[in-house]
């Protein structure tokens, strides 16, 4: 059973940075794909960026497309999400996912999630 705890999430004002990681356990990190989501309130959860356990690959949102960047620590079984010039418009809850296919951007083609983490971005 993989499980996934995701950390690194806070109150930071625009144009400020924040690194999000998820930890994953009962599986190698390397094996899976991860893909982060973020949850606004009244909103649909939608996805934000991905990287694939396929040669490393990487996806991400429209949204996020330059301001974003995924990455993977083998070493300490660790996703991270690095995001930069935050907008008020990227406050939501943050979850990480897991499959052990290619990247999509489907909800429910990922079979391991973790809890979230709140990230507030004031103005």
């Known amino acids: 059973q993989v499980q996934l705890v995701e950390s690194g999430g806070g109150l930071v004002q625009a144009g400020d940075s924040l690194r999000l990681s998820c930890a994953a356990s009962?599986?190698?990190?390397?094996?899976?794909?991860v893909g982060w989501f973020r949850q606004a309130p009244g909103k649909e959860r939608e996805f934000v960026a991905g990287i694939s356990w396929i040669g490393g690959s990487t996806k991400y949102a429209d949204s996020v497309k330059g301001r974003a960047a995924i990455s993977r620590d083998n070493a300490k079984n660790t996703v991270y999400l690095q995001m930069n010039s935050l907008e008020p418009e990227d406050t939501a809850v943050y979850y990480c996912?897991?499959?052990?296919?290619?990247?999509?951007?489907?909800?429910?083609?990922?079979?391991?999630w973790g809890q979230g983490t709140q990230v507030t971005v004031s103005s």
């Open positions: 009962g599986r190698t990190i390397s094996t899976l794909t």
């Open positions: 996912a897991a499959r052990r296919s290619v990247i999509i951007e489907q909800i429910s083609g990922y079979d391991y």
